[in-house]
């Protein structure tokens, strides 16, 4: 069983900063690219960005340059720095995870978290 949890969403001020973390666990013998995506009220899950190392990571215009995702490999731990948030920003935020499961047979499994709420409101 493999699993992500998500925290660190709540309300913040337009302008603000949040930090959200989310951690692997279970059987788990490797994780290949970490990723955050969003979803708006009203609106389709966006992947937002995502790394596969800390250089190679990739984000949508709407957050480049205030959002920085990192990760911490030996703690199967996927970070999102989000800075100078907008009401835009409010959404349900969610970590996906490609996680190679020790086998054998070794396998390769698609995790989802189950969302943490980030609304910016004044």
């Known amino acids: 069983q493999v699993q992500l949890v998500e925290s660190g969403g709540g309300l913040v001020q337009p302008g603000g900063s949040l930090r959200l973390s989310c951690a692997a666990s279970?059987?788990?013998?490797?994780?290949?690219?970490m990723t955050w995506y969003r979803q708006a009220p009203g609106k389709q899950r966006a992947l937002i960005a995502s790394?596969?190392?800390?250089?190679?990571?990739n984000y949508v215009d709407d957050v480049k340059g205030r959002f920085t995702i990192s990760r911490n490999s030996a703690k199967n731990m996927v970070y999102l720095q989000m800075n100078s948030l907008e009401p835009e920003d409010t959404a349900v935020y969610y970590c996906?995870?490609?996680?190679?499961?020790?086998?054998?047979?070794?396998?390769?499994?698609?995790?989802w978290g189950q969302g943490t709420l980030v609304t910016v409101s004044s």
């Open positions: 996906n995870a490609g996680i190679v499961v020790p086998g054998p047979p070794i396998r390769f499994r698609e995790v």
């Open positions: 279970g059987s788990i013998d490797s994780i290949t690219v």
């Open positions: 790394i596969i190392d800390s250089d190679t990571t």
